[in-house]
């Protein structure tokens, strides 16, 4: 069986449960406490030299870090229910946006939140070496979740679903994003109507809660 090592609170494993349960996949899910630093003792960078989550072990024992190498994995592993796309356009655009959200969006929540929370002075990087914050990062950070908001809702202006007309990766990777945004206090603005009533469909999936 499979099995996810991830934390119920983090963002990132958050995106691979979504992933799991949207292909209706059964695993082994194994709890990893970031807040006690688990994910940095011996055992576990024996396991995943990464010191990250998620992490998913596969039938054969070996270890696939990173969210786009899960969902490489099990979408070629487990077809049903794809989630990268099913024609070459599709495919191209679930990249392309997810690519988007991530660099736009993930990377900049990720900056405002790190660089800035006191518990993390010396993590402002996940992973197994310490770097100090930056609060300068903080700050930009924060106004490049605006702008990716008005992305996001521009697109969702056009589109039922972040790359297209179904439901993907994208999509996970959008509403993990937007959520995590509240972590730093910006909500869904007013006025990205399009954006928020997509959100309001994510929140009604099944794998919302996963």
Do not use: C
Not at 114 to 134: C, E, H, M
Not at 146 to 165: I, W
């Amino acid at each position: 069986m499979l099995k996810l090592y991830s934390n119920k609170t983090a963002p990132s494993p958050r995106r691979a449960r979504m992933l799991l349960s949207e292909k209706g996949l059964e695993f082994e899910l194994i709890e990893v406490d970031l807040a006690g630093g688990e994910q940095l003792t011996p055992t576990y960078l024996a396991k995943v030299p990464a010191g990250l989550v998620p992490a998913l072990e596969v039938e054969s024992g070996e270890i696939i870090t990173e969210n786009l190498g899960i969902a490489a994995y099990l979408e070629a592993a487990f077809p049903d229910r794809p989630m990268l796309g099913s024609t070459a356009l599709e495919k191209g655009r679930v990249a392309q946006w997810n690519a988007r959200v991530e660099y736009l969006g993930l990377l900049s929540v990720q900056d405002a939140f790190r660089n800035k929370v006191s518990g993390l002075a010396d993590r402002a990087l996940p992973g197994p070496t310490n770097y100090a914050q930056i609060p300068a990062l903080a700050q930009r950070g924060l106004e490049r979740i605006n702008e990716f908001m008005d992305t996001l809702n521009e697109r969702l202006k056009q589109s039922l679903y972040v790359a297209g007309d179904f439901y993907s990766l994208a999509d996970i990777t959008a509403t993990v994003v937007v959520d995590f945004a509240g972590w730093v206090r910006v909500p869904i603005p007013a006025t990205a109507t399009a954006l928020a009533h997509w959100h309001e469909r994510m929140q009604q999936r099944e794998s919302y809660t996963a």
